[in-house]
Each structure stands twice: as C-alpha cells, then as structure tokens.
C-alpha cells in the first residue's frame, strides 16, 4: 500500500541557508530545533524525503561528492538526534539545463513516490521557498507548508506568490510538524 510522504527542503528548513551556498560542512548550521522535531516524528508510519536543488553543482562550484558528503554526514547528525530521514533526492542541475528535477518542477517528488511507493496526495511538503511549494502542488501533494525560517519571509514578497493554490506558515520546523502531526 502506498503510503503518506513528509518531503522538506534542505537548506533553510533543517540549516541555515547561505547566499553563497553550503560548499562543504564547515558552512553547515542546523537548526536545533528541527533536529529535535525531526526525533518526535520518526516513529510515523511515513515516509521522511529531504528534496533539495543544489545548483552549486552544476554551476561548478561544488563537486556532486561534496554534496552528498554533506548529506551524509547531515542524516547521520538527524539519526544522533534520534530522527530519520529516509531519502534524500537532489537535483545538481543548473536553472539554464531546463531539467525536470529543479524545483519548481515536481521531478524530484515525482520520482521519490515511484521508488518509495509513496501516496502523493496524502504526502506534505514543507520549504522556505515558493518554488518548494510549487513543486509540491504540481506533484499533487495535500498540504504545502512555507517556513519563515531561511528564505522564506522574504518569498511572500515576489510576485510567484499568486500562482500558488493556498498554503500555511510558519516560524520553523518544528511548528510546522507540530500543526500537522500534533507531535507536541
Ligand atoms: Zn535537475
């Protein structure tokens, strides 16, 4: 049976986010309270996908190893904190390379639900930018969530904003897994 999906983006919900892009762990800042969110809701029968465009790749400033060292090493701090992330997809493309993984494209989502037997449409996105929860809605997902952590007070600013069917907010993480699990 397929089952619900929670898919967060990387930088901005569970680190901070960088203007000139996490190059190596040393730019890497967790949140705290993301990581302690994330252990309150390892026990649901759901799927937890961390979906995460990084076109530091595929401008060359960062190599793909790099990267995925960095998620290593991001999912074995989460699992020291007694949470789970079951996946992670990444898009390396570049805005120009027109791929289909780059977030706001639904890609990325698209092809964790293939591998993971996931029900999209009981699934949840959670991210700090509109074009997170673009992907969300356009892979058909129930709810789509933006953070004010990272970038997101600034993206209810641009114009993308209109484009989007209606979706919550909030401070961090952990409120928005509190609002939608009732982990608290
Ligand atoms: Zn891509």
């Known amino acids: 049976m397929p089952i619900p999906a929670l898919f967060l983006d990387r930088d901005g919900v569970i680190i901070e986010n960088r203007p000139n892009y996490v190059r190596s762990w040393a730019d ?3 949140f705290p309270q993301a990581i302690a969110a994330l252990a309150k809701i390892q026990h649901l029968p759901i799927k937890i996908i961390m979906v995460t465009n990084q076109s530091a790749v595929g401008r060359g400033i960062v190599s793909l190893e ?3 060292m960095v998620n290593d090493r991001l999912l074995a701090e989460i699992e020291r904190g007694n949470g789970r992330v079951d996946a992670v997809y990444l898009c390396p493309h570049a805005p120009d390379d027109q791929c289909r993984c780059r977030k706001p494209m639904p890609g990325l989502l698209q092809q964790a639900a293939r591998e993971h037997d996931i029900d999209l449409s009981q699934s949840v996105m959670i991210g ?3 074009t997170d929860l673009a992907a969300g809605q356009a892979a058909g997902v129930r709810q789509v969530i933006l953070l004010r952590t990272g970038r997101g007070e600034a993206q209810m600013a641009m114009p993308e904003v209109v484009g989007l069917r209606p979706f919550a907010m909030h401070d961090t993480l952990a409120d928005a897994l509190s609002a ?4 608290d």
């Open 128 to 130: 700090d930018a509109l």
């Open 28 to 30: 890497v800042a967790i």
């Open 180 to 183: 939608v699990f009732g982990s």
């Open 66 to 68: 790099t990267v995925q």
